[in-house]
């Protein structure tokens, strides 16, 4: 798949553009002066007393004057302010008009008439009182007449360089049309030289591409369907959480189909100015039209398609975000198949949040799940991104795939990448288990902090804490087991760490399993009182996890015998992102919320009297692992599993 360019052909505005230009620095700097000589003006009342003056022109920044035929020029006084004059005045000439001097005249005219010279007006009422005393002919001066290129750069030139300038800010090609408010921003593929994406490149999300195969078969042989009358969906919603290759697939139906593929994100249709947004979307859809059959891709759909009941919009973009929404609705009603084969795929992570109109029959009437690939798909997704480094042959993929339960596919491509840089820093020439395995530590508690040195106090409290976590995960391993005990500082927080991973991937927890895990979380805290008869912050996070537990067992999970087999909360659509937005308390009575409680309060501190006595019958092995783990920091493998076989159970 390629990107298409359209060619840079100069446009008529640019061109007008530069001459307007032209023309206007031409004004601005093109050499004026005045064409008569500048006297000052105490001079030409004194030529007025001596009865010198023939005709005088009064006008509002200038006086121009005849002397009469008997004075020469010789007998003229030096002048001293000879300066230009920006605005002369300028008049025609006739028997009875003087003033008019042409190109050919000089500044010291010499002819019967006598010499024409100027000076700059003072405020002086009494001027036209002297004039008429000494006989003098005066007049106001005329408008002044502008020339007709004077007249062109006033009235045709501004016009111009506004067509001009507008011209080529809203017509500047594909790539830098920035100010091209209406058009749509989206990034055409199509079919070229370069690869392109096919099911085949992707691994995992097997039952995903299976959904989206009828889709390609309907872009190839779209007559196999309308024979029969079947109408293939208008759009296809990609739901599932950040990372699971959404747009990739997306990408991969065009590249399966051979069509056209338009992509955007739904962001890019909103911008300052109020109808943009519905106007790209109208050409987005225009341009999809000429093309077809083809794919418009909409990235992060819920910018711009949240539900107008909920008061998702915010303050001051209302109106904007909802007139982009309701014409996106009006444009996926408004093709057929039979007229456009125009398939919309949109990708979110927030389905919860998406207007129901979008999501009806007609519109996004399929729903496509791409969740987290589970263990087999890890392998294969680990498969395809270990071909682009340098594996060692005792690489076991198989056991990477099952200590990354939850990852997403980005997750696994991130994985091996930092595997790969762990092994470059290292100067080794192939990627090894070790890195492969450290680079799971980075990904999930962080990078190592060897800088944070803690006190031998510090040291000892977090090798008690984290081996006894590891102890009652050994007794209750709730689906998992202890992998590894560091105390190597990680991350922004945490000072150590204790590496628990499923044996299995699991979708079913017991009310037993739950109440382990709750268990093993507070098996630090527990160990902290057992050991130094008094506990610390290091444990927050292990309380924030295991008060979740409890309160999710009593509320939605019905797991309380006292409360019985009730929600008490309202579970919505599933949440991708995991920040429990979606989770809202019913409304419940003050009695009803005390005993909830009660109940998780119970839950928790049965737990932790439970792990408590688990490491006080183990207060000897308790000890030895903790010594040695204050001496090697790390404890994994063979060593860890040998000494916490020998863990015994209450």
């Given at each position: 798949?390629?990107?298409?360019?359209?060619?840079?052909?100069?446009?008529?505005?640019?061109?007008?553009?530069?001459?307007?230009?032209?023309?206007?620095?031409?004004?601005?700097?093109?050499?004026?002066?005045s064409?008569y000589?500048?006297?000052?003006?105490s001079?030409?009342?004194?030529?007025?007393?001596?009865g010198?003056?023939?005709?005088?022109?009064?006008?509002?920044?200038?006086?121009r004057?005849?002397?009469?035929?008997?004075?020469?020029?010789?007998?003229?006084?030096?002048?001293?302010?000879?300066?230009?004059?920006?605005?002369p005045?300028?008049?025609?000439?006739?028997p009875?008009?003087?003033?008019?001097?042409?190109?050919?005249?000089?500044?010291?005219?010499?002819?019967?008439e006598g010499?024409?010279?100027?000076?700059?007006?003072?405020?002086?009422?009494?001027?036209?009182?002297?004039?008429?005393?000494?006989?003098v002919?005066?007049?106001?001066?005329?408008?002044?007449?502008n020339?007709?290129?004077?007249?062109?750069?006033?009235?045709?030139?501004?016009?111009?360089i506004?067509?001009?300038?507008?011209?080529?800010l809203?017509?500047?090609?594909?790539?830098?049309?920035?100010?091209?408010?209406?058009?749509?921003?989206?990034?055409?593929?199509?079919?070229?030289?370069?690869a392109?994406?096919?099911?085949?490149?992707?691994?995992?999300?097997?039952?995903?591409?299976?959904?989206?195969?009828?889709?390609?078969e309907?872009?190839?042989?779209p007559?196999?369907?309308?024979?029969?009358?079947?109408?293939?969906?208008?759009g296809?919603?990609?739901v599932g959480?950040?990372?699971?290759?959404?747009?990739?697939?997306?990408?991969?139906?065009?590249?399966?189909?051979?069509v056209?593929?338009?992509?955007?994100?739904a962001?890019?249709?909103v911008?300052?100015?109020?109808?943009?947004?519905?106007a790209r979307v109208?050409d987005?859809?225009?341009?999809?039209?000429?093309?077809?059959?083809?794919?418009?891709?909409?990235?992060e759909?819920?910018?711009?398609?949240?539900?107008?009941s909920?008061?998702?919009?915010?303050?001051?973009?209302?109106?904007?975000?909802?007139?982009?929404?309701?014409?996106?609705?009006?444009e996926?009603?408004?093709?057929?198949?039979?007229?456009?084969?125009?398939?919309?795929?949109?990708?979110?992570?927030?389905?919860?949040?998406?207007?129901?109109?979008?999501?009806?029959?007609?519109?996004?009437?399929?729903?496509v799940?791409?969740?987290?690939?589970?263990?087999?798909?890890?392998?294969?997704?680990?498969?395809?991104?270990?071909?682009?480094?340098?594996?060692?042959?005792?690489?076991?993929?198989?056991?990477?795939?099952?200590?990354?339960?939850g990852?997403?596919?980005?997750?696994?491509?991130?994985l091996?990448?930092?595997?790969?840089?762990?092994?470059?820093?290292?100067?080794?020439?192939?990627?090894?288990?070790?890195?492969?395995?450290?680079?799971?530590?980075?990904?999930?508690a962080?990078?190592?902090?060897?800088?944070?040195?803690?006190?031998?106090?510090?040291?000892q409290?977090?090798?008690?804490?984290?081996?006894?976590?590891?102890?009652?995960?050994?007794?209750?391993?709730?689906?998992?087991?202890?992998?590894?005990?560091?105390?190597?500082?990680?991350?922004l927080s945490?000072?150590?760490?204790?590496?628990?991973?499923?044996?299995?991937?699991?979708?079913?927890?017991?009310?037993?399993?739950?109440?382990?895990?709750?268990?093993?979380?507070?098996?630090?805290?527990?160990?902290?009182?057992?050991?130094?008869?008094?506990?610390?912050?290091?444990?927050?996070?292990?309380?924030?996890?295991?008060?979740?537990?409890?309160e999710?067992m009593?509320?939605t999970?019905?797991?309380s015998?006292?409360?019985?087999?009730?929600?008490?909360d309202?579970?919505?659509?599933?949440?991708?992102?995991?920040?429990?937005?979606?989770?809202?308390?019913?409304?419940v009575?003050?009695?009803?919320?005390?005993?909830?409680?009660?109940?998780?309060?119970q839950?928790?501190?049965?737990?932790?009297?439970?792990?408590?006595?688990?490491?006080?019958?183990?207060r000897?092995?308790?000890?030895?692992?903790?010594?040695?783990?204050?001496?090697?920091?790390?404890?994994?493998?063979?060593?860890?599993q040998?000494?916490?076989?020998?863990?015994?159970?209450?």
């Amino acid at each position: 798949m390629s990107i298409k360019n359209k060619p840079q052909i100069p446009s008529l505005g640019n061109l007008l553009l530069v001459l307007a230009g032209v023309s206007f620095l031409a004004y601005l700097f093109w050499p004026r002066s005045s064409r008569y000589p500048l006297q000052p003006y105490s001079q030409f009342l004194e030529q007025v007393e001596k009865g010198e003056v023939a005709v005088v022109m009064v006008g509002n920044d200038l006086i121009r004057y005849q002397l009469k035929a008997s004075r020469s020029v010789g007998e003229n006084p030096e002048n001293l302010f000879q300066f230009p004059v920006d605005n002369p005045l300028q008049t025609t000439k006739t028997p009875d008009n003087p003033f008019h001097a042409d190109a050919s005249s000089s500044a010291n005219d010499t002819s019967a008439e006598g010499e024409v010279l100027e000076t700059i007006p003072l405020n002086d009422p009494q001027l036209p009182n002297k004039l008429r005393e000494k006989g003098v002919v005066f007049a106001a001066s005329p408008p002044p007449q502008n020339p007709w290129w004077m007249t062109l750069l006033a009235w045709v030139v501004p016009p111009l360089i506004l067509v001009g300038a507008m011209h080529f800010l809203l017509d500047r090609g594909e790539e830098r049309r920035s100010l091209a408010f209406s058009r749509s921003k989206a990034k055409v593929y199509v079919e070229g030289e370069s690869a392109r994406i096919t099911f085949a490149d992707i691994a995992g999300a097997e039952e995903a591409k299976t959904e989206l195969v009828e889709i390609v078969e309907f872009l190839k042989n779209p007559e196999r369907y309308n024979k029969i009358g079947a109408r293939i969906p208008k759009g296809v919603l990609l739901v599932g959480p950040p990372g699971t290759g959404k747009t990739l697939l997306a990408k991969a139906v065009a590249g399966e189909a051979g069509v056209t593929f338009f992509s955007i994100s739904a962001s890019e249709f909103v911008e300052l100015f109020v109808g943009t947004g519905a106007a790209r979307v109208r050409d987005l859809f225009d341009e999809a039209k000429k093309q077809a059959p083809c794919i418009i891709f909409i990235d992060e759909l819920d910018a711009i398609g949240k539900s107008r009941s909920s008061g998702g919009f915010a303050s001051g973009s209302n109106d904007e975000r909802e007139q982009t929404l309701n014409q996106l609705l009006t444009e996926m009603d408004g093709f057929a198949a039979g007229e456009s084969t125009v398939i919309v795929l949109a990708a979110t992570n927030r389905p919860e949040t998406l207007d129901s109109a979008l999501l009806r029959p007609g519109r996004f009437d399929r729903q496509v799940l791409v969740d987290r690939p589970d263990l087999l798909e890890r392998l294969a997704i680990l498969e395809v991104y270990a071909r682009k480094v340098e594996l060692a042959e005792d690489v076991d993929l198989k056991a990477i795939a099952a200590r990354t339960p939850g990852f997403a596919g980005a997750d696994l491509a991130n994985l091996i990448n930092e595997a790969a840089l762990l092994a470059a820093r290292r100067q080794q020439e192939v990627v090894t288990q070790n890195e492969l395995k450290e680079a799971i530590e980075r990904v999930i508690a962080g990078l190592e902090k060897k800088s944070r040195v803690l006190n031998e106090k510090e040291k000892q409290i977090v090798a008690y804490h984290e081996v006894g976590h590891a102890l009652v995960g050994a007794v209750m391993p709730g689906g998992g087991k202890v992998a590894k005990i560091s105390i190597v500082p990680r991350g922004l927080s945490a000072l150590g760490y204790t590496l628990k991973m499923p044996t299995e991937d699991r979708f079913l927890m017991s009310e037993a399993e739950f109440r382990e895990q709750i268990a093993t979380l507070l098996g630090g805290r527990a160990s902290e009182e057992l050991v130094f008869g008094s506990v610390t912050n290091g444990a927050a996070d292990d309380l924030q996890r295991a008060t979740d537990i409890a309160e999710r067992m009593v509320t939605t999970y019905g797991m309380s015998k006292v409360l019985g087999p009730l929600a008490f909360d309202r579970v919505g659509q599933a949440n991708f992102l995991g920040n429990g937005n979606d989770n809202l308390r019913r409304l419940v009575s003050e009695e009803t919320a005390k005993a909830i409680d009660e109940e998780v309060k119970q839950i928790v501190e049965g737990e932790y009297q439970r792990a408590i006595a688990i490491l006080d019958r183990n207060r000897e092995l308790l000890d030895a692992i903790a010594q040695q783990l204050l001496k090697t920091e790390v404890i994994e493998g063979e060593e860890l599993q040998a000494a916490l076989e020998r863990v015994r159970p209450l």
